[in-house]
C-alpha cells in the first residue's frame, strides 16, 4: 500500500503533579505495510505497572502489525493487536503478587492507522481520538467510563459527569481481564488534505475542550500543536500524564464511502475560560467533488421523468372516469322525485275574460221529450209494489 503524505508530531510529559512524575504514558507511530500506525497508552495499576503494561501494549501493537499476513485488511489487524495486547498485559505478574503494592496493572489506548482510504480508529478505555476538519472538530471515540455510561442512559448531564467525583472511573480497559471488547470503527474515517487527526490521554482531554485542541491544533505545523498542547493542560493544572500525537494529512483519501457520524456528545471536562461541557459536536459536510454526469445517465433520468408523468397522467384520467361513472349510475338509481304543483283549488281563467252573474232567462230550455219516447224508457219497470219493483 502506498504511504500516505503526513506530518506527525508525538508529545508525552508528567503533568505537574508531584504523586505522578513517573510517566505512565507510552506513545508511538510507524510505517507498516497496511499504513501508518499511531498509538497512544496510559497505563495505571502503580508508576512502575502502569508504565509496564503501557509499554508492553505497544511492543505487542508493534508485533502483531509486523506478523500479519499482507492480504489481511487493516482494520483486522488493528482489532487483533488490540485484542493481542490486552492478554499479554492480563499475564503481566502483578505487584500484588510481587509482594509490592497496587492494583493488577492495565492500560488504555487509542490506535489509528491511516492509509489513503481513511483512517482505522480503535480503542479501549478513556484516551481519545479527535479530527479537526474545515474549521471544526470531532471527537471519534467514546470513552468507556462510568460517567458516560450515565449520559447515556440519561442520568447524568454532560456537565455533571466531567464534575462527577468517579469522572475517571473507567469500564474496560487492557488487562483486567483475559479478553476485553475493543471498539473499531467499522468504516475508516475519510479525511482531506489539511485534516488534523489528535490522540490522546485523559491528561490532555481533562484539561483542554475540544474548541481548545481545534484552536491549537487546527493550523500549527503538527511539532508545533503537540508542544502547545502539553503547554497548555500544564498551565491549567496538569494534574496527570500528559501525552499527544498531531498528525496533519498532506493528501486527500482517495475514496469517500461513508460520512462521520452525525453527532458526538463531548464530555470532557472544563476549565476556566473553555466552553461548557455537552455541545454537540457537529458533522462537517463531506469536501466537494466534481460530479461527471454521461449523456446516458441523463437520457435515462429523462426516461424516467417521462414515465412518472405518464403514470400520473393515467392516473388522474381513471380517477375522472370513476368519479363521472358514480355520478351517472347514482342519478339513475337515485332520481330526485318530480316536484308535483298543487291543484288549484279555483280555476284559472284568462286575464281577459270576465266574469258575470248569469240570466237565467238567457238559458235557451230544452225541448220537452215525447209521452211515447218516456214510456218506452220506462216501460221494464212497473210501479212499486210494497216497496219492491217487480215486472208485468
Known amino acids: 500500500m502506498r504511504p500516505v503524505a503526513l506530518e506527525i508530531a508525538l508529545k508525552t510529559d508528567p503533568g505537574r503533579d508531584p504523586d505522578k512524575q513517573v510517566n505512565e ?3 508511538v507511530e510507524e510505517e507498516t ?5 499511531v498509538v497512544v497508552c496510559d497505563g495505571m495499576g502503580g508508576h512502575a505497572g502502569g508504565r509496564e503494561a503501557a509499554e508492553l501494549a505497544i511492543r505487542t501493537i508493534q508485533e502483531a502489525f509486523a506478523r500479519a499476513d499482507d492480504a489481511a485488511i487493516g482494520r483486522d489487524v488493528l482489532a487483533h493487536a488490540l485484542r493481542e495486547a490486552n492478554r499479554r498485559v492480563f499475564t503481566m505478574t502483578t505487584p500484588v503478587e510481587e509482594g509490592g503494592g497496587g492494583g493488577r496493572p492495565g492500560s488504555t489506548v487509542v490506535a489509528a492507522l491511516v492509509h489513503e482510504d481513511g483512517i482505522e480508529i480503535a480503542h479501549v478505555g478513556d484516551s481519545r481520538a479527535y479530527l479537526v476538519h474545515a474549521g471544526q472538530v470531532f471527537q471519534l471515540t467514546k470513552d468507556h467510563s462510568m460517567v458516560q455510561r450515565l449520559v447515556d442512559e440519561g442520568i447524568l448531564s454532560p456537565m455533571d459527569a466531567a464534575r462527577h467525583p468517579e469522572a475517571n472511573k473507567i469500564l474496560r480497559a487492557l488487562g483486567i481481564g483475559p479478553d476485553v471488547d475493543v471498539d473499531v470503527k467499522p468504516q475508516p474515517v475519510l479525511f482531506v488534505a489539511g485534516d488534523v487527526l489528535v490522540l ?9 475542550s475540544p474548541g481548545d485542541i481545534m484552536a491549537v491544533a487546527g ?3 503538527a511539532p508545533q500543536a503537540a508542544g502547545q498542547l502539553l503547554d497548555l493542560a500544564n498551565a491549567r493544572g496538569g494534574h496527570d500524564n500528559i501525552t499527544a500525537a498531531v498528525v496533519r494529512t498532506k493528501e486527500s483519501a482517495r475514496a469517500r464511502r461513508e460520512p462521520l457520524a452525525k453527532t458526538v456528545i463531548d464530555t470532557n471536562p472544563h476549565s476556566a475560560g473553555t466552553s461548557p461541557t455537552g455541545t454537540l459536536i457537529q458533522v ?10 454521461t449523456r446516458s445517465g441523463v437520457r435515462s433520468r429523462a426516461i424516467v421523468t417521462a414515465v412518472a408523468v405518464a403514470v400520473l397522467l393515467v392516473g388522474a384520467a381513471a380517477a375522472i372516469v370513476a368519479i363521472v361513472t358514480h355520478m ?4 339513475a338509481h337515485r332520481a330526485a322525485p318530480p316536484v308535483v304543483e298543487p291543484l288549484p283549488t279555483h280555476k284559472v281563467m284568462h ?5 258575470r252573474p248569469m240570466d237565467p232567462s ?20 212497473l210501479p212499486l209494489d210494497g216497496g219492491r219493483p217487480r215486472r208485468r
Open 219 to 221: 493550523d500549527a505545523p
Open 328 to 331: 351517472e349510475r347514482g342519478g
Open 200 to 208: 490522546c490521554s485523559d491528561g490532555l482531554s481533562d484539561m483542554l
Open 362 to 381: 238567457a238559458v235557451p230550455s230544452a225541448p220537452p221529450l215525447p209521452a211515447a219516447e218516456v214510456d218506452a224508457a220506462l216501460e221494464p219497470l
Open 25 to 27: 504514558d507510552a506513545c
Open 33 to 37: 505495510r497496511f499504513g501508518r500506525l
Open 284 to 293: 462537517p459536510s463531506p469536501p466537494p467533488r466534481t460530479a461527471v454526469e
Open 351 to 355: 286575464p281577459e275574460v270576465e266574469l
